[in-house]
């Protein structure tokens, strides 16, 4: 079983995966279009990552509980993948949305999907391709039950700063 899931594998998706796996993470990934998940495997052979060919495979192959961070375009694409995975998703479960959303909507997601006992995180990346693939500042807020759960690999992804190597990511 993968540790996360990832939706999305344009460059900031891509290198995020890349990142996580860097780290000693196994990340299942998907993307809307099936083909791009062929490719980015092919391009990165000898890698623990593994190719989701639907949603529901995608949420089989993860442990629980379920960590998915959506790399789409915020606004509806977040809505719409939300519900495509839920009805896949058990209480507890942790939905990531890495598309840098307008804050309301990040409190509305939480409201919503924690009334129905999953876990919500809407979070900044930032630094672009070049922050995603070596380490980006990552801002989570949402619920505050699904922090423990993701903290230790969004800190290990993300940048460090100072003689102490501070992650550049807290709640």
């Not at 505050?144 to 709640?171: F, M, N, Y």
């Amino acid at each position: 079983k993968c540790d996360m899931g990832l939706v999305g594998l344009a460059v900031m998706g891509q290198n995020l995966v890349l990142n996580m796996e860097d780290h000693g993470y196994t990340v299942s990934v998907f993307n809307r279009t099936v083909s791009k998940v062929d490719e980015f495997l092919a391009a990165n052979p000898g890698r623990k990552i593994h190719g989701a060919k639907s949603i529901e495979d995608l949420c089989q192959s993860l442990s629980r509980p379920r960590k998915i961070m959506l790399m789409v375009k915020a606004g509806p694409a977040v809505d719409e993948f939300v519900a495509q995975i839920l009805p896949h998703l058990s209480p507890g479960d942790v939905i990531i949305d890495g598309g840098n959303s307008h804050f309301p909507d990040t409190i509305r997601r939480t409201r919503e999907l924690e009334a129905k006992g999953i876990l919500f995180i809407g979070t900044g990346v930032s630094g672009g391709e070049e922050g995603a693939r070596h380490g980006p500042s990552i801002m989570p807020g949402g619920s505050p039950a699904a922090w423990p759960l993701v903290k230790d690999v969004l800190q290990a992804i993300s940048a460090k700063v100072g003689k102490d190597s501070t992650p550049c990511c807290e709640w």
